[in-house]
């Protein structure tokens, strides 16, 4: 099981904000990215070091990470976001469990 | 642009073996790590480990210690894994994936699907 803590399901109206959590013990403290994996394919990273996007990921998306809490919002949800999200940090020490959560599906209603 | 393609699907059998492939393509290959990552059936994304492609340093998540081997090729810019002594429980999609600092993964392989299956 991940010591990261994703609700394993969030379900928003097209054009409406999803907002996904990631908890953590001082997750704050690290850098914290986000990929969306959807079925079939490869993970796609959306979010990294807590707030920066890679070129070609809309700006709808965005990410915060404030003590022990990592966010990742969706604005203006479209049915293409319909997809599994999954934090990632990197712990340099005991067993690497927390590297990522448990994943979110969010389902555009 | 940036690739990372790997080697095709495979039906292992308990005990066996497995050696996945990642080549990559169209970036400095000294320049970043390789790391794989897999997932179970209907499962999450499962860390594996990481291999520097700068000088071979390998971090290895606990729980494939001693089952797992990560290497590079880098006159073929190509990276491998190797799990050793397969049980059904390690049948999964694979994938490799470009770690860059801090410790995130920006471009991925396609997947390599391993079927454990007597």
């Known amino acids: 099981s991940s010591v990261l803590t994703q609700p394993p399901s969030v379900s928003v109206a097209p054009g409406k904000t999803a907002t996904i959590t990631c908890g953590g013990d001082n997750i704050g403290t690290k850098s914290v990215h986000w990929y969306q994996q959807k079925p079939g394919q490869a993970p796609v990273l959306v979010i990294y070091?807590?707030?920066d996007r890679p070129s070609g990921i809309p700006e709808r998306f965005s990410g915060s990470n404030s003590r022990n809490t990592a966010t990742l919002t969706i604005s203006r949800v479209e049915a293409a976001d319909e997809a599994d999200y999954y934090c990632q940090v990197w712990a340099d020490s005991g067993d690497h469990r927390e590297v990522f959560g448990g994943g979110t599906k969010l389902t555009v209603l | 642009q940036v690739q990372l393609v790997q080697s095709g699907a495979e039906v292992k059998k308990p005990g066996s073996s497995l050696k996945v492939s990642c080549k990559t393509s169209?970036?400095?290959?000294?320049?970043?790590?390789i790391t794989w990552v897999r997932q179970a059936p209907g499962q999450g994304l499962e860390w594996m480990g990481w291999?520097?492609?700068?000088?071979?340093?390998?971090n290895y998540a606990q729980k494939f210690q001693g089952r797992v081997t990560m290497t590079t090729d880098t006159d073929t810019a190509t990276g491998y894994l190797e799990l050793r002594s397969l049980t059904f429980d390690d049948t999964a999609v694979y994938y490799c994936a470009r770690v860059r600092a801090p410790f995130y993964f920006d471009y991925w392989g396609q997947g390599t699907l391993v079927a454990v299956s007597s």
């Open positions: 070091s807590d707030t």
């Open positions: 169209n970036y400095r290959f000294f320049d970043y790590g």
């Open positions: 291999i520097s492609a700068y000088n071979g340093k390998l």
